[in-house]
C-alpha cells in the first residue's frame, strides 16, 4: 500500500513531501511485513512541478510495467503552494519509480488554473479513466490562503494522452464552498461507487468542520448521485479518527471489500482499514 509523508521542516520552517509503501500481510492486513526503504521517487529537478513533493500515489499495471500517477507541488508567493499531475513507472514490480518526463501528464488549463492533485486511476473496458481534484478559487481565511478544490475526471485510450470531461462530478452539499478530495471510484454489480472526502472552507483542521467521508454512485461515470449517508463510515468518539476522516481508497482482497482511510490532521498518526458488512447495491 502506498502513503505519503514528510519529514520535520526544515530551518526555514519548510516542508518536502515524499511517497513509499507499506507492504501488508496478505491474512492479516493490520500485520506489516516489510516498510519501503526509501521514497519510490525522488523529488523533481529545481524549477519543475514537483521540486518539493510527490504525493497521493495511485498504482496501475500496464503489461509488465507498473505505472504511478501522482500529485506533485511546487512552492509559491502568494499562496502556499500549486500541484500538478505527474506520471512515473517502475520495472521491479512497483518499488521503484522513474518519471516519464521532468513535466505533468496532466496540467493546468483555463478551466483548471491550478491545485491539479488526489489522482486516482482506473481502466473500466478499454478506456482509461483518471479521477483527481482541480482548484475552484483560494480563500483567506484568518490570514492564511486556504484552497476550495471540486472533484473532476479525464479519459484516454491509453493512459498518456487524456482528454478532460471539464466538469464537476459531486455537487456540493454542506457549503458553496465545499471542497472535495480523493475520489476513488470502483465497479460492483453493475453499478460505480466512488468514495471521496469533502469539508468545511474554513476551520476544517477542527473536529466540527474537519474532513468526512462521501460517497455517490453512477450509471455511466460522468453523472454521479451524491448520497453521503451510505458511506458507511463516520469519525470516532475518541481517538486517532475522532477528528476528520479523509482520502478513502477502496479495495478488495480474498473476496472481502475494505476501505483505507486517514485520520486526524490528515493523516498525521497514520492510516486504518474498515471492512465492508454486507452486500453493495
Known amino acids: 500500500m502506498y502513503f505519503s509523508c514528510r519529514p520535520e521542516a526544515d530551518a526555514d520552517g519548510q516542508y518536502v ?16 511485513r516489510a516498510v519501503a526503504e526509501a521514497p519510490i521517487l525522488p523529488l523533481g529537478s529545481p524549477g ?4 518539493f513533493g ?29 500541484t500538478a499531475i505527474g506520471c512515473a513507472v517502475s520495472h521491479d514490480g512497483g ?25 486516482k486511476v482506473r481502466r473500466f473496458g478499454d478506456t482509461w479513466y483518471l479521477f483527481y481534484i482541480a482548484g475552484r478559487s483560494w480563500k483567506r481565511v484568518e490570514g492564511r490562503a486556504e484552497p476550495v478544490y471540486r472533484i473532476r475526471m479525464a479519459t484516454s485510450p491509453d493512459g498518456l494522452t487524456w482528454t478532460k470531461a471539464n466538469r464537476d462530478l459531486i455537487p456540493p452539499r454542506i457549503e458553496a464552498d465545499e471542497a472535495q478530495a480523493s475520489p476513488d471510484v470502483f465497479e460492483a454489480n453493475g453499478r460505480y461507487h466512488m468514495h471521496f472526502c469533502y469539508r468545511y472552507s474554513a476551520g476544517f483542521r477542527s473536529r466540527e468542520g474537519g474532513y468526512r467521508i462521501g460517497y455517490a454512485w453512477s450509471d455511466d461515470l460522468l453523472t454521479w448521485t451524491r ?50 458488512d454486507g452486500p453493495l447495491d
Open 48 to 51: 519543475t512541478f514537483d521540486e
Open 95 to 119: 518499488r521503484r519509480f522513474e518519471r516519464l518526463g521532468p513535466g505533468p501528464i496532466l496540467p493546468y488549463s483555463p478551466d483548471e488554473p491550478f491545485v491539479m492533485s488526489g489522482p
Open 227 to 276: 448520497d453521503d449517508g451510505r458511506c458507511g463510515i463516520d469519525v470516532s468518539e475518541e481517538g486517532w479518527d475522532a477528528q476528520m476522516i479523509s482520502y478513502p481508497h477502496v479495495f478488495t482482497v480474498d473476496g472481502r471489500t475494505y476501505l483505507a482511510y486517514l485520520g486526524n490532521e490528515v493523516g498525521r498518526g497514520g492510516f486504518g482499514l474498515a471492512a465492508l
Open 54 to 82: 510527490v504525493y497521493p500515489v495511485s498504482v496501475i499495471r500496464a503489461g509488465d510495467a507498473v505505472r504511478a500517477y501522482y500529485a506533485g507541488w511546487t512552492r509559491c508567493v502568494s499562496v502556499p503552494f500549486n
Open 17 to 32: 513531501s515524499y511517497s513509499a509503501y507499506v507492504d501488508l500481510d496478505r491474512g492479516d492486513l493490520f500485520r506489516v
